[in-house]
């Protein structure tokens, strides 16, 4: 089991993910509550962040089960463990495990209809992946890729001269960004096969500001302690069968996974077996976990169906893309809820009102409903829902309001990077662990479906702005940095490839 500098953090984790396994040297109790924790995180007076949780009870008599290790299918620097042996555990003491129906309520989610732009990252550049031609020197090694590029050889072999002295094996594990012109932006190569501790994965990269490449270089032996590869069934995870994905995944990435698979799973054929290979940071008191890759593999687990990885951005919330460079993120920022449907979007609209007037002749007097039109610009989305419908923070940020708010009701506003914010208004409730001024992740319930303030019935009215303006995230072809990968991030992108990716080791 990983390490965790966090003691608190750790006992969390051990709690949630060890219902129904444990590690062989490590036997967790089940919790008796069935009820999952509520995670949050605050800013201290050192600057620091840490997290809160609510106590757990446990049940001394708990049954567990011990995991097994992938051996060498899995990757040399990440701990993996193999829950695909095991048969389902559909109970413990006779009491049923929990199910919670967070995925499966969101695969069920109606899709807006949006036409998503094509993104100038997929019309000008192209990423490749694999495992390349271990030669003596960078120019053999890009010409068996069909790829010359001159300036790049020259800036690699002044800044890297003895990188090729230090090769071993048949291939190189590499990622490489090329833009419209085949000239190459980024390249992540590690310098053995194994992609294990004992190696080293550098990149080497086009400054954003000037033609001069960086290089970086990380060794694999250290930096990945909180790291965890798990695989799964993908019928197990749709289903969210609380063996399998509930105990091999913390519960604040389940709504994240579950987004996920929901935009990636309608590229795979329903009648197939497919296994989800999910590779996430646990984190600790300083860091939220974070999902960093998600492979959906054919029966064989060897070729990949579709893919998304983790991208840090600086300046800009971090977001997913396909090894393709395509965008996975703008689902996530009109997706707030499992909602029933759209009942009224931006722009201007006529909206119907009905008051009742009371008229009076002589001694008489009559109730006259009136029924008024007129037309009124709606700065927003409203996603009509039950009262109660758990609401979540679309992207990380900090929470910067929550409260009443004249015509809003009960508001929550979350502050973004980039100059972006969220609102989400008309709520009967908030979460009541939320703090003004604390961080708040992706995917965190920060409040319920109501119908307060000027409202007509129960829905979510959400908002996306930047620096204050209005824009709206369901127009077509609508381009915005949050969804669209910049020269610079390009970096990050093949370097998660290479670390994360299945298809980079040979075959």
Known sequence: MIFFTSLTFRNIFLAVCCVAFS????????????????????????????????????????????????????????????RLSYPNIVSVDGEPLPTPNILENILQMPTPEVVKPISKFDSAFNLRQGCGSNTNSIRGFLASLNIEDSNFESNFNYQLPNFFKTTSGKCLPFAISLDNARKIQ????????????????????????????????????????????????????????????????????????????????????????????????????????????????????????????????????????????AELEQNFWISPLNYTRISRGVGYSSIRLSKSKTSKKGNTKAIVNQTYTYSASHQGIDFAAPIGTPIYAVANGKLIHYGPYPAYGNLVIVEH???????????????????????????????????????????????????????????????????????????????????????????
Do not use: C
């Open 186 to 325: 980024s390249l992540s190569i590690v310098n053995n096969d194994k992609r294990d501790s004992s190696s080293t994965m550098t990149t080497i990269h086009r400054s954003e500001t000037s033609f001069v490449y960086l290089v970086e270089s990380q060794n694999l032996n250290s930096g990945f302690e909180n790291y965890l590869e798990v695989v799964l069934d993908l019928n197990d995870l749709i289903v969210y069968k609380s063996n399998q994905a509930n105990s091999s995944i913390p519960p604040e990435l389940i709504w994240e996974i579950s987004s996920l698979v929901k935009e990636l799973y309608s590229k795979v054929n329903n009648n197939e077996r497919y296994f989800a290979r999910i590779i996430y940071n646990a984190g600790d008191k300083n860091n939220w976990a974070q999902v960093v890759s998600l492979e959906i593999l054919d029966a064989s687990q060897k070729n990949v169906i579709a893919d998304a990885f983790w991208v840090e951005r600086d300046g800009l919330p971090g977001g997913f893309f396909t090894s393709t460079g």
């Open 417 to 507: 990077e980039g100059n972006y914010k969220t609102y989400y208004a008309h709520l009967s409730a908030y979460n009541p662990e939320l703090v003004v001024g604390s961080e708040v992740r992706r995917g965190l319930e920060i409040g319920y479906v109501g119908s307060t303030g000027r409202s007509t019935g129960p829905h979510l009215h959400f908002e996306l702005r930047k620096n204050n303006v209005y824009l709206n995230p369901l127009a077509s072809r609508l381009e915005l940095d949050l969804w669209t990968l910049r020269n610079d991030d390009q970096y990050h992108l093949t370097r998660n490839m290479v670390l994360f990716s299945s298809q980079v080791l040979p075959k």
């Open 23 to 82: 590690t062989p040297l490590l036997a967790v109790e089940k919790k008796a509550e069935s009820k999952t924790p509520t995670t949050k995180k605050e800013v201290t007076q050192s600057g620091k962040k840490s997290k809160s949780t609510s106590p757990k009870s446990k049940n001394p008599n708990a049954s567990v089960a011990q995991l097994k290790p992938r051996g060498s299918s899995g990757s040399g620097f990440l701990r993996s463990y193999d």
